[in-house]
Nanobody, 126 residues
Framework: QVQLVESGGGLVQAGGSLRLSCAAS????????MGWFRQAPGKEREFVAT????????KYADSAKGRFTISRDNSKNTVYLQMNSLKPEDTAVYYC???????????????????WGQGTQVTVSA
């Protein structure tokens, strides 16, 4: 059974930092590209960042560029999202997702991922 378990969310003041982690089990982590998405109350889930299966290729939403960094450790079956300079508009539930990748460079910004975690709440106060 595939499981993606996010952690690291919480309450932080604007300008602060958080590091989210997503631990994967039940799959061969190194052949999956990974993504982070978020969903704020009353809004649709949106793409934040994605990383290829080997970690060489990444892509960010415009809202995340320059502030967030996605990374992965295939030896630990874990993907991370380092979030700096947080803003109140970053408040959302953050989800990690996994998609089978058939090429080393494959990444995806769509929501058509194979597996999803349960999410972790990030709240940024003004």
């Amino acid at each position: 059974q595939v499981q993606l378990v996010e952690s690291g969310g919480g309450l932080v003041q604007a300008g602060g930092s958080l590091r989210l982690s997503c631990a994967a089990s039940g799959l061969t982590f190194s052949i999956y590209s990974m993504g982070w998405f978020r969903q704020a109350p009353g809004k649709e889930r949106e793409f934040v960042a994605t990383i290829s299966r080997g970690g060489a290729n990444t892509k960010y939403a415009d809202s995340a560029k320059g502030r967030f960094t996605i990374s992965r450790d295939n030896s630990k079956n874990t993907v991370y999202l380092q979030m700096n300079s947080l803003k109140p508009e970053d408040t959302a539930v953050y989800y990690c997702a996994a998609e089978r990748a058939y090429a080393n460079s494959y990444i995806s910004t769509s929501k058509e991922y194979d597996y999803w975690g349960q999410g972790t709440q990030v709240t940024v106060s003004a």
